[in-house]
């Protein structure tokens, strides 16, 4: 009976000194909600660099879709020039837990639910939305293969 207890807690207390590891949904996930907050933080570059090349993007303004060499850097781009023209500035994307995450361990599909906010000439405005990201595993970890935004028509914050 002694050696039996034993051998239980050799078996738990091994088990609870191994190290657990994030699945692979958990790690892309955390990839995504990074790039947004250094997105918001102002950091363009870990955005862009957070990409592959060729990232597949749709969002509300004009051209709406975005693909091929160089397609972040041209989102960027755009979203200044539309930005510019529309007296926007300030903007973020403030977003919650998954509402839907699954990996098979090489790609991974995310949803985000977001709220676009931005002042425009002056106004504090918001939209609630989402965010869908496609991922792909590489050797230097998960990268944004493609992301779509929907929402809402952004209206003043109360």
Do not use: C
Not at 2 to 31: C, E, K, N, Q, W
Not at 33 to 49: E, M, P, Q, R
Not at 95 to 122: C, M
């Amino acid at each position: 009976m002694r050696a039996m207890f034993l051998g239980v807690l050799t078996a738990a207390l091994m088990a609870s000194a191994t190290p657990t590891f994030a699945a692979p949904i958990d790690d892309a996930t955390v990839t995504v909600t990074s790039v947004l907050d250094k997105f918001n933080g102002g950091d363009i570059n870990a955005f862009f660099a957070a990409h592959r090349d060729g990232a597949l993007i749709v969002d509300e303004f004009a051209p709406f879709v975005w693909g091929g060499p160089q397609s972040v850097q041209r989102w960027a781009s755009d979203y200044d020039a539309d930005a510019k023209r529309r007296g926007i500035r300030d903007g973020r994307i403030d977003y919650g837990k998954p509402i839907q995450a699954n990996s098979d361990g090489t790609s991974a599909y995310i949803v985000l639910p977001t709220t676009y906010r931005f002042t425009q000439n002056g106004t504090k405005m918001a939209g609630a939305g989402s965010m869908a990201f496609v991922m792909a595993h590489e050797l230097t970890g998960w990268k944004i293969s493609s992301w779509i935004y929907s929402g809402a028509t952004s209206t003043p914050e109360r």
